[in-house]
């Protein structure tokens, strides 16, 4: 069974909900959940914020966590996390934000650096991950460990 399955399957059978805030992945979670048959059911909204600006004013991020962290961190995939669950009350707010490549990555913060997030009401988990390969292979890599880290959640 695929990860989106598998996600798709657990949401629905405990009633739970998601909304997605994804930033280097464009959309490809969202995209994949979509790609399950009843996916209305369970996730709610799905936003791609793709600038410092969007995150900002459509997840709240403050711009001093921001400057202090940077948008690839864990402190602003936490805040995306949070902020997107709070938009609708889901029950699960998942949040990406990383680089991926082939440009953009620095010394301190390399190709393939991503954050991930879940956020319920009471606790939020971030993970740091350092994927390799491709731009497309990188955003892939980053959908899936966000699908694992839902599943987990609701297992």
């Keep these: ?13 405990k009633k739970k909900t998601v909304s997605l805030a994804e930033s280097c992945t464009g959309g490809l979670l969202s ?12 996730l709610k909204l799905a936003v ?7 995150k900002e ?7 001093p966590l921001m400057k202090k962290h940077g948008a690839v961190s864990g402190a602003v ?5 949070k ?3 709070e938009i609708l009350k889901t029950d699960f707010g998942v949040s990406i934000t990383g680089i991926a490549g082939p440009t953009g990555g620095t010394l301190q913060k390399p190709t ?18 350092r994927f390799q390969g491709t731009r497309a292979g990188i955003k892939s890599q980053a959908a899936n460990q966000a699908l694992r880290l839902l599943i987990e959640f609701l297992t």
């Excluded at 959940?33 to 369970?42: A, D, E, I, K, M």
């Excluded at 004013?57 to 711009?63: A, V, Y």
């Excluded at 995939?77 to 996390?81: L, Y």
């Design 31 to 42: 995209h994949r959940l979509t790609n399950v048959p009843g996916s209305s059911n369970y």
């Design 77 to 81: 995939a936490t805040a995306m996390a």
């Design 57 to 63: 004013k459509t997840l709240k991020i403050s711009p």
């Design 112 to 129: 393939g650096l991503t954050f991930i997030a879940v956020a319920t009401e009471l606790e939020t988990l971030c993970l740091e991950c």
């Design 1 to 13: 069974m695929r990860l989106e399955q598998k996600a798709a399957q657990l949401l629905a059978s």
């Design 83 to 85: 902020g997107v669950r």
């Design 48 to 54: 791609v914020a793709y600038s410092n600006e969007a």
